[in-house]
Nanobody, 118 residues
């Protein structure tokens, strides 16, 4: 089993910044893609940013130029640096990891609340 533990959420004013972290741990595994999703009240969960094991990244159009995803493979950790935050970025942010063990498996973090006040 693999566990994903998120940290870094909170309350911030519009225009401010936050950094989310997500660390993976557990029985031996190889991390494939790691990503951040978010879900606002009454809305579907959506992809925010993803980082493949080879370094390729992609972003939702709504966050391009404001958010940066990065990973530290030595620490099995993925980060999401969020800048120029807007009220519409308010959501629960979930870490996602695709893990290779005997087969490809998907794991989710417990979610961390990000609230941007306008």
């Amino acid at each position: 089993q693999v566990q994903l533990v998120e940290s870094g959420g909170g309350l911030v004013q519009a225009g401010g910044s936050l950094r989310l972290s997500c660390a993976a741990s557990g029985s031996p595994f190889s991390l494939n893609t790691m990503a951040w999703y978010r879900q606002a009240p009454g809305k579907q969960r959506e992809l925010v940013a993803a980082a493949a094991s080879g370094g390729t990244t992609n972003y939702a159009d709504t966050v391009k130029g404001r958010f940066t995803i990065s990973r530290d493979n030595a620490k099995n950790t993925v980060y999401l640096q969020m800048s120029s935050l807007k009220a519409e970025d308010t959501a629960v942010y979930y870490c996602y990891a695709a893990v290779v063990r005997s087969r490809l498996e998907s794991y989710w973090g417990q979610g961390t609340q990000v609230t941007v006040s306008s």
